[in-house]
């Protein structure tokens, strides 16, 4: 069993920036990848990108690529996600998630993950 809990959630302005956490507790010594996703209210739930834990290689999707980072802190079983210039359409829930098998292909599946946060909201102002 592996249990998550995201921080670092809140209200933020237009074109400021984020930093969320992912505290991972459990056996994580059997993850393989720790992804990020968002669900806004009425809209499916996005992926954002992942970390292997095996590589350390990032993966990020297309449409956040330029605004992203993701990191993690192999010693503490942390994983941050770093999003910059938010915008309105950056307001929603954000979950990681993990994985206990890697194939960089399927990321960004959200059946891919093994074990979820319960998220913490973010909110961009104007």
């Known amino acids: 069993q592996v249990t998550l809990v995201e921080s670092g959630g809140g209200l933020v302005q237009a074109g400021g920036s984020l930093r969320l956490s992912c505290a991972a507790s459990g056996r994580f010594a059997s993850t393989r990848v720790t992804g990020w996703f968002r669900q806004a209210p009425g809209r499916a739930r996005q992926w954002l990108g992942a970390?292997?834990?095996?590589?350390?290689?990032?993966y990020y999707a297309e449409f956040v690529k330029d605004r992203l980072a993701i990191s993690r802190d192999k010693a503490d079983n942390m994983v941050y996600l770093q999003m910059n210039n938010l915008n309105l359409e950056d307001t929603a829930v954000y979950y990681c998630?993990?994985?206990?098998?890697?194939?960089?292909?399927?990321?960004?599946?959200?059946?891919?993950?093994?074990?979820w946060g319960q998220g913490t909201q973010v909110t961009v102002s104007s």
């Open positions: 998630a993990t994985a206990l098998k890697s194939g960089s292909s399927y990321y960004s599946q959200a059946l891919w993950y093994d074990y």
């Open positions: 970390i292997s834990w095996v590589t350390d290689s990032t």
